[in-house]
């Protein structure tokens, strides 16, 4: 074959390879061997996101390709945000076996420079995965992989999902038709516990931006804040799962739901009750009932509970086996309650039911 002739079979391959890959997105595995089937593999994303509105949604975005990439090479990926500890070091050891980072801001520690190898950039915010030159193999299928995947429109629409900048104020130009990148299981779950589901994101909202890698001083985690005991409880076994997480706080909400049930509390006031023990506890929100009662106030309003909670944190104002969850300021609840309500009502005008 003539070197001219060579040349333009070469560079209309390189033109056509996308487009026919487009048309195959890399599901059907004919041409994979799946060395990654049946393995087990652990991921941590490095990036922070979520809370920073301008940075998009990167843990969800990775989350998500990474649960793709798993289910296409027939293996199990669990996915966590970053820890305390140092995530190359974990690399190194054996303890996570993907490091997620981004190329522009991140680099390589010299001292780990010839152990790893970085994957293809996988969005245009140049976000790469990291493998020990040992795993060199889940890299090789994550290669190939992408280079089909990333042609197809379910990639385009992943890429817009996570990164799209999402409004969060009503603006004259008219309601928007998202809130978030989770709002189709923040609906689901919503009638679960019969909530308008905008209730349910502004309550997401305040608990982590959206967040799926936030963790409180308390060890709450992701998108809803949960506790690892109510997750054990709920038998939920990933709170940074956004579907497992969701469902863990729903489940919850509707135990607090059936607490404050009741033909003496109408339903604005009970959304807010259960607002206010989802934050403070049901325990403290008991000790707030008792003291109105104790004043000879209205229990069974939030409005009315809102003048009890000063006196709460005052000494010789109430008897002392009245609270028998101690002291209580309450000045996060309340601002917690009424930031949600008041979302809530944006939220109404800003996105289409």
């Known amino acids: 074959m003539r070197p001219i002739i060579k040349f333009i079979f070469a560079i209309t391959f390189i033109l056509l390879h996308p487009v026919l890959s487009s048309s195959d997105i890399g599901t059907n595995g004919s041409r994979d061997n799946f060395l990654l089937e049946g393995e087990s593999l652990n991921a941590m994303v490095n990036i922070k996101g979520g809370i920073y509105l301008n940075q998009g949604h990167p843990v969800g ?3 998500e390709l990474l649960n793709r990439f798993a289910s296409h090479q027939k293996c199990d990926v669990r996915v966590a945000p970053v820890q305390e500890s140092n995530p190359w070091d974990l690399l190194l050891k054996g303890n996570i076996d993907i490091l997620v980072i981004n190329s522009e801001t991140d680099t390589i520690p010299k001292e780990y420079s010839n152990k790893v190898v970085s994957s293809l950039s996988l969005n245009q915010k140049n976000q790469v995965w990291i493998v020990t030159k040992e795993n060199y193999p889940i890299l090789q299928n994550m290669n190939s992989w992408f280079n089909y995947y990333s042609y197809t429109k379910e990639y385009k629409k992943l890429q817009s999902k996570y990164y799209t900048n999402y409004r969060r104020l009503a603006f004259p130009s008219g309601p928007v038709k998202v809130l978030s990148p989770y709002d189709q299981i923040i609906k689901e779950y919503s009638k679960t516990i019969d909530w308008d589901w905008r209730l349910l ?10 967040s799926v890698s936030a963790k409180s001083h308390r060890n709450a985690y992701g998108l809803m804040q949960v506790l690892p005991s109510t997750a054990k409880h709920y038998n939920v076994e990933d709170l940074y799962d956004p579907k497992q997480n969701i ?6 909400i509707k135990r607090l739901i059936g607490l404050y049930k009741s ?3 109408d339903s ?5 009750f259960v607002l206010a023990a989802y934050n403070a506890g049901e325990g403290r929100l008991q000790d707030i009932r008792r003291a109105a009662q104790y004043k000879s106030i209205n229990s069974n309003n939030w409005d009315s509970l809102k003048t009890v909670i000063p006196y709460m944190s005052l000494k010789g104002e109430l008897p002392e086996d009245l609270l028998r969850h101690g002291s209580f300021k309450g000045t996060e609840t309340l601002n917690f309650v009424d930031q949600i309500v008041d979302r809530y009502e944006n939220y109404k005008m800003l996105v289409k039911k």
């Open 268 to 272: 604005l006031n009970q959304i807010k």
């Open 61 to 63: 975005f990775h989350f």
């Open 263 to 265: 033909s003496e509390i």
């Open 201 to 210: 994101a502004s309550l997401i909202y305040q608990e982590s931006k959206f």
């Open 247 to 252: 469902k863990a706080g729903t489940l919850f």
